[in-house]
C-alpha cells in the first residue's frame, strides 16, 4: 500500500454535502479531487478496482470499516469533516462519536432523536 495523497492546501472541500449525496458519490468526488483514477486508487490503497467500481456506483454501499479507512487514509481526508461525511453515508458512527463516554452519547443520541 501507499501513503496517503497529498493535499494541495487547506480543507478539501468547505461546503456541505448535496442532499442525497451517498458514499459512491462522496467517494467518486475525493477520488477525482485527488486526481486519481479508480486504478490509481485502487494500487494505492490495495483494494481491487472493480471493488471500488462497485462502491461508486452505489452497488457496494456499506464496504468493511478497514476498506472505508483505507480509502479515507490513500485520499488524504483522515481526521476531516469529509471523513465522518463518508462514514455516515456508509452507515457507521462518526468517530467523534466514539470518542464521547457512555454518558455523553447518551445524552448526543437522546437529543438528537428529538429532532
Do not use: F, W
Amino acid at each position: 500500500m501507499v501513503g496517503p495523497v497529498p493535499r494541495t492546501g487547506g480543507t478539501r472541500l468547505s461546503t456541505t454535502y448535496p442532499a442525497g449525496e451517498g458514499l459512491g458519490a462522496l467517494v467518486r468526488r475525493h477520488r477525482t479531487l485527488a486526481g486519481l483514477s479508480q486504478t490509481a486508487l485502487a494500487k494505492a490503497s490495495g483494494v481491487d478496482s472493480a471493488y471500488i467500481n462497485r462502491i461508486e456506483r452505489g452497488v457496494q454501499a456499506r464496504p468493511s470499516t478497514e476498506v472505508l479507512e483505507t480509502l479515507i487514509r490513500v485520499l488524504g481526508l483522515d481526521g476531516t469533516l469529509e471523513a465522518e461525511g463518508l462514514r455516515i453515508s456508509a452507515g457507521y458512527c462518526p468517530v467523534a462519536i466514539l470518542a464521547l463516554d457512555s454518558t455523553q452519547q447518551t445524552a448526543l443520541l437522546t437529543l438528537i432523536m428529538r429532532v
